[in-house]
């Protein structure tokens, strides 16, 4: 009981400072960074399979850069409401590992194959954290929940054996959107009057069930990825600044 | 209101700009070229082992041999011999060596491991045009592909088929085993094609490419 009245005065406390502080700032800021896939999505398994298909859960995705436009109000000195839209293109990784396993399950003497890239736009909205540290300093952090709209790379693999074309196949792209998250801290330094600068790093999550489809695909052997429900997930780091509404 | 539409254009650009920036260089296709590493397994040698369904003591063994990797050197046909008897049925099975190797490598053991894209073909002849049968279950060879036809005969009395089935999804046939039956008493050839068709094979001759092609002499007494 006394652990409780304990919280609640921290926390009556923490509100009533936070309300007699900085009401109604607000920040538009445009970051751009760097976005490293982490899990299965951004692993490179070699696939050779001679007597049927393997759907496997590596992904094959590539750090990208990611650009994001945010804002948040700020109802008090500490917390806010805001959104945050990004966007990150993640180009294929290791793809002489993803043909290689093509070719050696064809066994056929050469693989010529394309992959476009993995796309994520984000539209994202949630908590905005503020914590000054010293004179212009202040730390920040934010809880997001949303939406991805991710698509996966269209992949053609061209097949030749004894000097014979012997066609190609296609991993087509397939497009999915599924909810995510996002979440992460930063620190922000404010340079002018109205003008930040923010260093971030956040982790973002999403599961979008994809239904691939596979064209020309004739004989059980290799690589056949028709359904891909694998975490996107990963850690941006990004560098960006910040327009501010009533700081002062 | 101007000073508002002015900032959120600014804003808007300035979001563009960065993931031109941040994205736009590194959104390109890749693309790669995988050859083959260099082979050190040849198929130099195709034996035919034939048992009589009817007759136990009735087994015989054709050696078709090429040693040389280069093919420049003629192949050894000395063995490359069926005496068949005539109206009888012999279980055959294809055996594929490399003998390059020691000891020798066993390449029909791989053929079976990758049967999902590899197809034999047994061609007899002399035949005629009425009986030479072009589908997904023949072991025929098409006239375009090389199968000469008789009008006058007199034809080699050889039926062959395959008994053996892929993984594939319906299942296509393989030929490493099969059912050689014997009409009435004639002489002739058998020509014996082992097709690679990788991602192409659907139980016709003509998707993919030939890994041999090779000629036993036929008699059936």
Same mark, same amino acid.
């Given at each position: 009981?006394?652990?409780?009245?304990?919280?609640?005065?921290?926390?009556?406390?923490?509100?009533?400072?936070?309300?007699?502080?900085?009401?109604?700032?607000?920040?538009?800021?445009?970051?751009?960074?760097?976005?490293?896939?982490?899990?299965?999505?951004?692993?490179?398994?070699?696939?050779?399979?001679?007597?049927?298909?393997?759907?496997?859960?590596?992904? @094959? !995705?590539?750090?990208? #850069? +990611? %650009?994001?436009?945010?804002?948040?109000?700020?109802?008090?000195?500490?917390?806010?409401? &805001?959104?945050?839209?990004?966007?990150?293109?993640?180009?294929?990784?290791?793809?002489?590992?993803?043909?290689?396993?093509?070719?050696?399950?064809?066994?056929?003497?050469?693989?010529?194959?394309?992959?476009?890239?993995?796309?994520?736009?984000?539209?994202?909205?949630?908590?905005?954290?503020?914590?000054?540290?010293?004179?212009?300093?202040?730390?920040?952090?934010?809880?997001?929940?949303?939406?991805?709209?991710?698509?996966?790379?269209?992949?053609?693999?061209?097949?030749?054996?004894?000097?014979?074309?012997?066609?190609?196949?296609?991993?087509?792209?397939?497009?999915?959107?599924? @909810? !995510?998250?996002?979440? #992460? +801290? %930063?620190?922000?330094?404010?340079?002018?009057?109205?003008?930040?600068?923010?260093?971030? &790093?956040?982790?973002?999550?999403?599961?979008?069930?994809?239904?691939?489809?596979?064209?020309?695909?004739?004989?059980?052997?290799?690589?056949?990825?028709?359904?891909?429900?694998?975490?996107?997930?990963?850690?941006?780091?990004?560098?960006?600044?910040?327009?501010?509404?009533?700081?002062? | 209101?101007?000073?508002?539409?002015?900032?959120?254009?600014?804003?808007?650009?300035?979001?563009?700009?960065?993931?031109?920036?941040?994205?736009?260089?590194?959104?390109?296709?890749?693309?790669?070229?995988?050859?083959?590493?260099?082979?050190?397994?040849?198929?130099?040698?195709?034996?035919?082992?034939?048992?009589?369904?009817?007759?136990?003591?009735?087994?015989?063994?054709?050696?078709?041999?090429?040693?040389?990797?280069?093919?420049?050197?003629?192949?050894?046909?000395?063995?490359?011999?069926?005496?068949?008897?005539?109206?009888?049925?012999?279980?055959?099975?294809?055996?594929?060596?490399?003998?390059?190797?020691?000891?020798?490598?066993?390449?029909?053991?791989?053929?079976?491991?990758?049967?999902?894209?590899?197809?034999?073909?047994?061609?007899?002849?002399?035949?005629?045009?009425?009986?030479?049968?072009?589908?997904?279950?023949?072991?025929?060879?098409?006239?375009?592909?090389?199968?000469?036809?008789?009008?006058?005969?007199?034809?080699?009395?050889?039926?062959?088929?395959?008994?053996?089935?892929?993984?594939?999804?319906?299942?296509?046939?393989?030929?490493?085993?099969?059912?050689?039956?014997?009409?009435?008493?004639?002489?002739?050839?058998?020509?014996?094609?082992?097709?690679?068709?990788?991602?192409?094979?659907?139980?016709?001759?003509?998707?993919?490419?030939?890994?041999?092609?090779?000629?036993?002499?036929?008699?059936?007494?």
């Amino acid at each position: 009981m006394r652990r409780i009245k304990i919280l609640l005065v921290v926390l009556l406390s923490c509100t009533s400072f936070a309300g007699l502080a900085q009401k109604g700032t607000a920040f538009v800021g445009i970051n751009g960074g760097i976005s490293l896939p982490m899990g299965n999505w951004s692993k490179s398994n070699y696939i050779v399979n001679t007597q049927g298909y393997s759907n496997d859960p590596s992904g @094959f !995705a590539n750090k990208a #850069g +990611i %650009g994001s436009l945010d804002g948040a109000y700020f109802f008090s000195r500490y917390i806010g409401v &805001g959104a945050l839209v990004s966007y990150a293109s993640y180009n294929i990784k290791d793809i002489d590992v993803l043909s290689g396993g093509y070719r050696e399950s064809f066994d056929v003497d050469r693989v010529t194959t394309t992959a476009s890239s993995y796309k994520m736009l984000n539209l994202l909205a949630g908590l905005y954290f503020n914590f000054p540290v010293i004179t212009k300093w202040s730390v920040t952090a934010r809880a997001l929940a949303g939406v991805t709209d991710a698509s996966t790379p269209q992949i053609t693999v061209d097949v030749e054996d004894g000097g014979v074309d012997d066609g190609t196949f296609e991993q087509k792209q397939s497009n999915k959107t599924a @909810f !995510a998250l996002n979440g #992460g +801290i %930063g620190i922000r330094y404010k340079v002018l009057k109205c003008f930040a600068i923010n260093l971030r &790093g956040d982790y973002f999550y999403s599961k979008p069930d994809f239904r691939i489809e596979n064209t020309e695909r004739h004989n059980s052997a290799g690589r056949l990825v028709n359904e891909y429900n694998q975490p996107l997930s990963g850690i941006n780091v990004s560098l960006g600044v910040a327009y501010c509404f009533g700081w002062k | 209101m101007k000073i508002y539409i002015s900032f959120a254009r600014k804003v808007l650009s300035g979001f563009v700009a960065t993931v031109i920036l941040f994205t736009g260089g590194c959104n390109k296709k890749e693309s790669t070229v995988t050859p083959a590493p260099p082979s050190n397994e040849f198929l130099t040698t195709v034996e035919l082992s034939l048992h009589n369904t009817a007759d136990p003591t009735d087994t015989l063994l054709a050696i078709w041999r090429q040693l040389d990797p280069t093919g420049s050197a003629p192949p050894d046909t000395s063995k490359a011999i069926l005496n068949l008897k005539a109206n009888s049925t012999y279980s055959a099975q294809v055996i594929i060596l490399d003998e390059t190797q020691s000891p020798a490598a066993v390449v029909s053991d791989e053929i079976k491991v990758r049967e999902n894209y590899h197809l034999l073909f047994f061609q007899p002849t002399p035949i005629s045009a009425s009986n030479l049968i072009i589908s997904n279950t023949s072991t025929d060879i098409p006239a375009s592909d090389g199968t000469v036809t008789s009008a006058t005969g007199p034809y080699l009395n050889l039926t062959v088929s395959r008994t053996d089935l892929d993984a594939n999804s319906p299942p296509l046939q393989i030929g490493l085993t099969d059912d050689f039956v014997t009409g009435a008493a004639s002489n002739g050839w058998l020509r014996v094609v082992l097709r690679h068709q990788p991602n192409v094979k659907n139980g016709t001759y003509d998707p993919g490419s030939t890994d041999f092609d090779v000629n036993y002499k036929v008699n059936i007494n």
